[in-house]
């Protein structure tokens, strides 16, 4: 069974062939990085545009790589949302369009679904596992119970952890995203330089906040005598990483007691989305995961940020469930994974 995945839902245009035994025949991604640049930030209209200029090129190439035709595949799978909506238009359209064309099933993707699967195609990880999702737009636990069955632990009342990072980047003028750029920038910074909040910590809960630390960033590099130099930047980088680590590694903490309490085992943790690239707090979530006598399990980089290989993964096993979206099917600009999941503690809370 091999599926097609197409991933259109913010800056990242992509299109991927796999098997349900989990090859990836072929993973295309053209990012808009050089679209976005001059703003520093993803501009909505700019990214369908170049969408959809782009998009069929993208789908010929991943074909021609796997050396198919779309006789040969199973179904069509898209991002059907969450995401900038226009965006998530273009990538719909095109694989209703597939679908319709070859008579073949099509399956509307929550790219959350998509990050949340990642782990079961390269490390073959089992249901039940506790997820950390941390990208651009979301800050969320998950226990994750099945393919379309999460249950919400915490979720951020304000900011993305992602989003926290360009921010920051954004005060120190080091480009977009910012998230690599501030964990090369930390490299040989000095993280007790700048004593910034652990917002949430200590409280019970699984929730968290990101808006004061990046508020407590700004303070401090307005309380220097001069615009941050070098050594500033550096130490600033490493100091705010550090906040962000010791934030997820202790909400981490009190979600892996509720999951153990829950489904009677102590993990595995798994961490997915585009912070997930970052390998200071990836190290520090395996020292937590290992000191609980469990494991971190974390995609390779590449398929952590937005890529179409999850995408068509998370499709391929929707497929094998039988679950397949209608062609009259709508893109939604928001899609819970847990649609149940009461309010997280807080104003402003993002779903
Ligand atoms: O999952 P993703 O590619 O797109 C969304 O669905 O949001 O995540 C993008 C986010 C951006 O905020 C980016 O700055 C952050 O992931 N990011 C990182 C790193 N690489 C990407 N944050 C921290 N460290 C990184 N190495
Ligand atoms: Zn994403």
Known sequence: MIVLGIETSCDETAAAVVTAEGRVLADQVL???VEHRPFGGIVPEIAARAHLEHIDRLVARAMADAGLGFGELAGVAATGGPGLIGGVMVGVTCAKAIALVHGLPFVAVNHLEGHALTVRLTDGVDFPYLLLLVSGGHCQLLAVEGVGRYRRLGTTVDDALGEAFDKVAKMLDLGFPGGPEVERAAGDGDAARFPLPRPMTGRPGCDFSFSGLKTAVRHALAALPGPPGPGDVADMCAS?????????????????????????RPGPLVVAGGVAANRTLRARLADLAAGRGTELKAPPVELCTDNATMIAWAGAERLRLGLVDPLDFAPRPRWPLDPDAPPAVGAGVKA
């Open 31 to 33: 990012s808009q990085l």
């Open 240 to 264: 705010f990483q550090a906040a962000a680590g010791d934030v997820l590694v202790e909400r981490c903490a009190n979600a892996l007691d509720t999951f153990q309490e829950r489904y009677d």
